[in-house]
């Protein structure tokens, strides 16, 4: 009935539900060498009860059972997101602990289907269509064996095998998407109309591994690349930048719409705020970083010497005439570019942010750029930004 390794141990995440509990029996009735992990987030009044019934049965069964039991408080604010991370992080280090070859999860194809049809009701973009059977979560092999069982056909199982279960309420009200979705369509189909969708869903995901071959090639952020792109391209590669930073990163199409609109635009510096990031066009380039806002920085060296941080490297134990450094002006201060910061250039005085427009500097550098500074406060250096910079062997100063 299941396709596994028989040489290999599992961890089987379970629920005390319906599929968890049909998985649980069919490992146990062919043979295989698991464990059992469960996670109990205290939301229901009914889970220490679930809880305890999973640990008898394990207890019964001679199954070994680690339990998470959440005590931290759970805010209403991406409720699902926080226990997904919870549960998986717990599985991550059960598989390190105990050398699990991988987690085994009770997914069915009715979650399939509802999962496709959250996919195209919400329009985010997203990498697959569906679940997928064999995905590395959390750096951990999941392995879902019952995707092809639908959840009548494992209620029937359960039902016929004597299998104890527990239904979780909450699924049954439609208070939420997924539920709605469940009750109102997927349980309401006929088996033509799920192989109908299936077929149509494996259709997608073969044109979207195609998309996103043609994406992985793609090794520059420049505008005039992009634009190139088609829309379905243009989006899923800005997506894909995203999720390189953020795993869980989610944009939606009109929002990459309008992104694009953005980098066909003659603005040379736009920011947008996207799910947590930031993205940033400078002139024609572009950049995907966290939204967080960098800190001042400032360093004091009193005497030539050596400084290694992580905004810019020096080494002034030699000739600085090249930095406009001379000893009389120790001690120095390396410190980030202000908005009113005026430079002496050409015998006149320039504000930097002007500077910063004439040499194009991205608008992501700017509010981190070094200056140096001498003892009177008088900015003697400013390092001028070349876009193809190379660090020479015997470079005195540079910017990271």
């Not at 799920?194 to 195609?210: F, P, T, V, W």
């Not at 700017?366 to 910079?389: A, H, L, S």
Request: charged share 30%.
């Amino acid at each position: 009935m299941l396709n596994l390794d028989k040489n290999q141990k599992y961890l089987l995440a379970c629920s005390h539900g319906p599929d968890s509990m049909a998985l649980f029996f069919m490992l146990k009735e062919e043979g295989y060498n698991f464990s059992v992990a469960h996670v109990n987030y205290h939301l229901r009044e009914e889970s220490d009860e679930e809880q305890r019934e999973l640990e008898a049965y394990c207890a019964k069964n001679n199954i070994e059972l680690y339990v998470k039991e959440v005590t931290e408080s759970l805010g209403e604010t991406n409720l699902e997101e926080q226990c997904r991370i919870i549960r998986y992080t717990f599985f991550k280090e059960l598989v390190k602990a105990h050398h699990f070859y991988a987690v085994l999860i009770a997914h069915n194809q009715d979650d399939v289907i509802e999962t496709y049809l959250m996919q195209k009701t919400r329009q985010n973009l997203v990498e697959f269509f569906g679940i997928k059977e064999n995905p590395i979560i959390f750096a951990v092999k999941i392995i879902r064996p019952l995707l092809n069982y639908t959840k009548h056909e494992l209620l029937m199982f359960c039902d016929i095998n004597k299998v104890e279960y527990s239904i979780d309420k909450t699924n049954l009200q439609d208070v939420f998407l997924r539920n709605k979705i469940r009750h109102q369509v997927v349980e309401k189909m006929c088996k033509e109309e799920r192989e109908k969708i299936l077929e149509k869903m494996a259709l997608e995901n073969e044109k979207l591994a195609k998309l996103q071959k043609k994406i992985s090639e793609i090794k520059t952020k420049s505008i005039e690349e992009y634009n190139r792109l088609t829309d379905d391209e243009f989006l899923y590669a800005i997506v894909s930048l995203g999720r390189k930073i953020k795993p869980n990163f989610v944009m939606s199409r009109a929002q990459g719409l309008e992104i694009r609109k953005i980098f066909k635009s003659d603005k040379a510096n736009v920011t947008v705020d996207i799910d947590g990031l930031k993205l940033i066009k400078s002139y024609d380039s572009f950049d995907l970083i966290v939204d967080q806002n960098k800190q001042d920085f400032s360093f004091e060296i009193k005497e030539p010497s050596v400084l290694d941080t992580e905004y810019f490297y020096l080494d002034f134990t030699g000739d600085t005439t090249n930095r406009n450094v001379s000893a009389n002006d120790y001690p120095l201060t390396i410190r980030n570019a202000k908005p009113d910061d005026t430079y002496i250039i050409s015998g006149y005085s320039k504000k930097l942010r002007r500077l910063f427009i004439d040499w194009k500097v991205p608008v992501i550098l700017r509010k981190r750029w070094p200056v140096i500074v001498n003892k009177e406060g008088t900015i003697v250096y400013v390092p001028r930004y070349q876009k193809d910079f190379k660090k020479a062997d015997n470079c005195n100063f540079y910017v990271k």
